[in-house]
C-alpha cells in the first residue's frame, strides 16, 4: 500500500523561508510531485523530483531522499500569494500502472 | 494554449438523481484521470485511462459510477443514484505518456467539477 504524510498546517511570514516536508512509503516509486492548491481551485504543478538531490526553480526548491522515504519543498522569499495548500504527490508504477497518490496536503498562511 | 476543460463547474443535485462531468484532456495527451477530492484532503485517485483503454480502477469506485472515454479524447463520469457523500470536487487530469524522460508523468488537473448532493 501507499502513505503520504506532510503536516496539516503551518505559517510564516512575509519575506522569510519555510519548509514543507513529506514522508513517503510506496512499493512501486517513480517519482515525486509537488502541487500548489488555492482555496477552491485545481493543483497546479510545481516540481517533479526522480533523483536524490535538490532541484532548484526560481524562489521553489524540492528534495529527494529515496533512501529515507523523504522529501522537502522549500519556499523562498514569501508572498502572501503563496499561502494555499502544498500536495506531496508520489507517482506509483506498482501493479504496472503509473498513478499519482496525494497526500492530504499542508495548508500555509503567509502573514505579513 | 487550451489546457483540460471540465464541465460543469458547478452541479447541485437531488439525492438519487444521475449525474455526468465531461472532460476535455489536453490534446496531445494519451492518459487521462479522474480524482476526487473533498476538504481538507488531497485528491483521491479514481480511475484513469490509457488512450481509450481504462486501466485501473479504485476500490473507492463503486458500482454508482461509472467512467469512459470512448474515442480516447474526451472522457466522462457517470454517477447513479447519487448519495450526500458524493458531495466533493472531481478532478479530471491528463498526461503524456513516452518513452522515458521525466516530463511525460508530469499530470496537469482541469478546474474541477463541484458536486453538491442535496
Known amino acids: 500500500g501507499q502513505n503520504i504524510d506532510q503536516p496539516t498546517e503551518m505559517t510564516a511570514t512575509e519575506g522569510a523561508i519555510v519548509q514543507i516536508n513529506c514522508t513517503y512509503q510506496?512499493?512501486?516509486?517513480?517519482?515525486l510531485f509537488w502541487y500548489q492548491q488555492h482555496a477552491g481551485e485545481a493543483p497546479t504543478f510545481l516540481s517533479y523530483?526522480?533523483?536524490?538531490g535538490l532541484e532548484e526553480k526560481g524562489r521553489f526548491s524540492s528534495f529527494l531522499s529515496r533512501s529515507k522515504g523523504y522529501s522537502y519543498l522549500l519556499l523562498k522569499e514569501l508572498q502572501m500569494k503563496d499561502s494555499a495548500s502544498y500536495l506531496c504527490?508520489?507517482?506509483?508504477?506498482?501493479?504496472?500502472?503509473?498513478?499519482?497518490?496525494f497526500g492530504a496536503g499542508t495548508r500555509l498562511a503567509v502573514h505579513p | 494554449d487550451t489546457g483540460v476543460s471540465q464541465n460543469p463547474r458547478h452541479k447541485i443535485t437531488k439525492r438519487g438523481q444521475n449525474v455526468t462531468f465531461r472532460c476535455d484532456p489536453i490534446?496531445?495527451?494519451?492518459?487521462l484521470y479522474w480524482y476526487r477530492q473533498t476538504l481538507g484532503q488531497g485528491p483521491e485517485f479514481l480511475t484513469y485511462?490509457?488512450?481509450?483503454?481504462?486501466?485501473?480502477k479504485s476500490r473507492l469506485l463503486s458500482d454508482r459510477f461509472s467512467a469512459e472515454r470512448p474515442k480516447g479524447s474526451f472522457s466522462t463520469l457517470e454517477i447513479q443514484r447519487t448519495e450526500q457523500g458524493d458531495s466533493a470536487m472531481y478532478l479530471c487530469?491528463?498526461?503524456?505518456?513516452?518513452?522515458?524522460?521525466?516530463?511525460?508523468?508530469?499530470?496537469?488537473f482541469g478546474e474541477g467539477s463541484w458536486l453538491t448532493v442535496v
Open positions: 487530469a491528463s498526461s503524456l505518456v513516452s518513452q522515458g524522460g521525466a516530463s511525460g508523468n508530469t499530470i496537469y
Open positions: 510506496t512499493s512501486g516509486f517513480n517519482g
Open positions: 523530483n526522480v533523483l536524490d
Open positions: 504527490a508520489v507517482s506509483d508504477i506498482s501493479g504496472g500502472y503509473n498513478k499519482l497518490i
Open positions: 490534446s496531445e495527451h494519451n492518459r
Open positions: 485511462f490509457q488512450n481509450e483503454a481504462q486501466l485501473e
